[in-house]
């Protein structure tokens, strides 16, 4: 008994050691998966917000300031600073046929904690969308 007291005295301290060796690799995989994840959500919410975009732009009487209306109220929702809201054809005609809705938000500015590594790339989505004058008939007058 007494020689498995003494055995262990001197590890004291091992347990420390492989704490201080395990740590950053511990702290970096969690950072990682944290960071993934923000940028996941940004991913989802920019397709999300380029989606409704063009939604907002599908009615006829739909105006490009409704359009960036509707994108950003999305993209502001998780806190996305200054996304990047594109509109084809700009402005939007009653004669368009299709809308074009493009969400851009840059990755290094919106990321949570290793903003470092996502500096300088960019985050898009694209949506395009038939517009309700394929679906009007306007009936000529005999």
Do not use: Y
Not at 108 to 129: E, K, P, R, V, Y
């Amino acid at each position: 008994m007494l020689r498995q007291i003494r055995s262990r005295k001197p590890r004291r301290g091992s347990s420390v050691v492989e704490f201080a060796l395990c740590a950053p690799v511990l702290f970096a995989v969690l950072f990682g998966i944290i960071e993934f994840a923000r940028m996941l959500q940004i991913q989802h919410t920019v397709r999300q917000a380029a989606l409704e975009g063009a939604r907002a732009g599908i009615n006829l009487d739909a105006q490009t300031s409704d359009v960036t209306t509707a994108a950003t109220n999305i993209t502001s929702i998780i806190g996305i600073v200054s996304p990047t809201v594109t509109i084809t054809p700009n402005p939007l005609l009653w004669s368009s046929t299709t809308i074009t809705v493009t969400v851009t938000a840059n990755a290094g500015q919106n990321g949570w904690l290793l903003w470092f590594f996502t500096a300088g790339s960019n985050i898009t989505a694209t949506i395009t969308m038939a517009r309700e004058i394929n679906a009007v008939s306007v009936s000529s007058a005999s």
